[in-house]
């Protein structure tokens, strides 16, 4: 049974959109949510990460929206650009050693 | 340069002969884990290591074993490789647990006729 939902499996924008991956989980006792970048023959790269206790979280152009009473959260990508074109994995873990993926997003942003 | 590495980085073999993946960071990480990486279902951990001589299993364990005798090394071992086994894996380090940042290696990837 996949702990981590994700959401779409793949999506194409234009440069300056921003697209949106969303994950769902269901094991309230997640308290640590990263999301991780993929690009094409690389291992998974952290790209941001948040905890339960906040709602919302920014670095640069990547935002986290967490949504904890619908026990969803998102990655919405300001302004972006072709270099965004990668595969984006939600995941969650309870206690920092077990760590649950999502399946994974194909972005590819059209310049 | 910090960095985690993987050997080897492509492997074929056939069911039943006994492997070794080797994992080794330069970090001085506390915590390692591998994953295994297959299309449509993400990437899956199989073992986590929260130090030297401590192993415990992660989502998919069966099949594999590790060890961890020393602090920079973390070995997968697949004793008895069946087309099953036939993914992508990655070995992964962090400097502790509690959501320290994952360093994922390059990755490995296997092949089991």
């Known amino acids: 049974q996949q702990q981590v939902k994700q959401s779409p499996q793949s999506l194409i924008v234009q440069k300056g959109g921003i697209p949106i991956i969303n994950c769902a989980y269901e094991n309230t006792a997640f308290d640590y949510f990263p999301w991780y970048q993929q690009f094409p023959g690389k291992g998974p790269a952290l790209l941001i990460a948040?905890?339960?206790?906040?709602s919302e979280k920014k670095e640069g152009r990547f935002t986290i929206s967490f949504n904890k009473s619908a026990k969803q959260f998102s990655l919405h990508i300001m302004d972006s650009q072709p270099g965004d074109s990668a595969t984006y994995f939600c995941?969650?873990?309870?206690?920092?050693?077990?760590?649950?993926f999502g399946t994974g997003t194909s972005l590819t942003v059209i310049p | 340069e910090a960095q985690v590495t993987q050997n080897p980085r492509y492997l074929i073999t056939v069911t039943g002969k006994k492997l070794t993946v080797t994992c080794s960071q330069n970090m001085n990480h506390e915590y390692m884990s591998w994953y295994r990486q297959d299309p449509g279902l993400g990437l899956r951990q199989i073992y986590y290591?929260?130090?030297?001589?401590?192993?415990d299993k992660g989502d998919v364990p069966e099949g594999y074993k590790v060890s961890r005798k020393e602090k920079r090394n973390f070995p997968l071992i697949l004793e008895s490789p069946s087309p099953n086994q036939t993914s992508l894996y990655f070995c992964?380090?962090?400097?502790?647990?509690?959501?320290?940042?994952?360093?994922f290696g390059p990755g490995t990837r296997l092949l089991v006729l």
């Open positions: 948040i905890r339960p206790d906040v």
């Open positions: 995941a969650a873990s309870k206690d920092g050693n077990q760590f649950y």
């Open positions: 992964a380090s962090s400097l502790g647990t509690g959501g320290e940042t994952q360093y």
């Open positions: 290591s929260m130090n030297v001589e401590v192993t």
